[in-house]
């Protein structure tokens, strides 16, 4: 069975330092697919990115940076500078390739960045 | 484009009552799910659809129905409300194919069951 783990329920850290929230996962399948998204306190679910099982390249994109390792079988998320905007629930989540419309969430974490 | 557009926005209902979340696409995705929202859980697949006419249950299908007659319809049917359903609903879609299979949400349905 397939599972995703945020050990990190709540992060609260002044603007501008840098923070990373944790996500491990469990799948035996070898093609999967990684996701992270952010709910702001709004409510809505915004997509951030998605990494395929075979490219374990790390993303940069702007403050935001993803590292995938498949040996520790993580995906953490790193933001760099944060904002205030940066305050939302970020979800971690995984799919195999066969059932790519079958999310498995983790239990998020709530950030707070505080001015 | 309206992108996944869930109503209502929001619902009380009391125990024992039927009613219908209705979910559109405008994006020709193929794929729809829909799943709950409850505190500390994350999100649970509920139903899932891979095209019109192809559904099928997720983790948490207890309770409830659906159907998809058209591509860009989803709604999801609660049978009997019961407190326990108390949730937030968000309905999803994409494409389903790499490099177009992250999800699109809704903008959700808070439920409430006395």
């Known amino acids: 069975a397939q599972k995703v783990t945020q050990a990190q329920t709540e992060i609260s850290v002044v603007e501008k330092e840098d923070v990373t929230l ?15 998204y ?5 409510g809505e679910l915004v997509f951030l990115i998605r990494r395929n099982s075979f490219d374990e390249q790390n993303e940069i994109s702007g403050r935001y940076s993803w590292n995938f390792q498949k040996s520790t079988s993580s995906f953490n998320f790193t933001i760099t500078a944060s904002q205030v905007v940066d305050s ?15 999310l498995v969430f983790g239990q998020g974490t709530r950030l707070t960045i505080n001015p | 484009n309206a992108g996944v557009t869930q109503t209502p926005k929001f619902q009380v209902l009391k125990t024992g009552q039927s009613m219908t ?3 559109a696409q405008d994006m020709n995705h193929e794929y729809m799910s829909w799943y709950r929202q409850d505190p500390g859980m994350g999100l649970r697949l ?32 609660l049978l009997s409300a019961a407190p326990s359903q108390t949730s937030v609903y968000f309905c999803a879609s994409s494409f389903g194919q790499y490099p177009y299979n992250e999800q699109f949400f809704g ?6 069951v006395l």
């Open chain 1, 22 to 36: 944790d996500c491990v996962y469990e799948t035996r399948d070898t093609t999967y697919y990684l996701f992270w």
């Open chain 1, 38 to 42: 952010k709910q702001p306190p709004s």
């Open chain 1, 88 to 102: 939302a629930v970020y979800f971690c989540a995984l799919s195999e390739a066969e059932g790519a419309q079958k």
């Open chain 2, 21 to 23: 979340l209705q979910c």
């Open chain 2, 46 to 77: 509920i139903h899932y659809s891979v095209g019109a006419g192809i559904t099928d249950q997720g983790e948490v299908p207890n309770g409830y129905n659906v159907s998809r007659s058209t591509t860009e319809d989803f709604p999801l049917r």
């Open chain 2, 107 to 112: 903008p959700g349905t808070r439920l409430t």
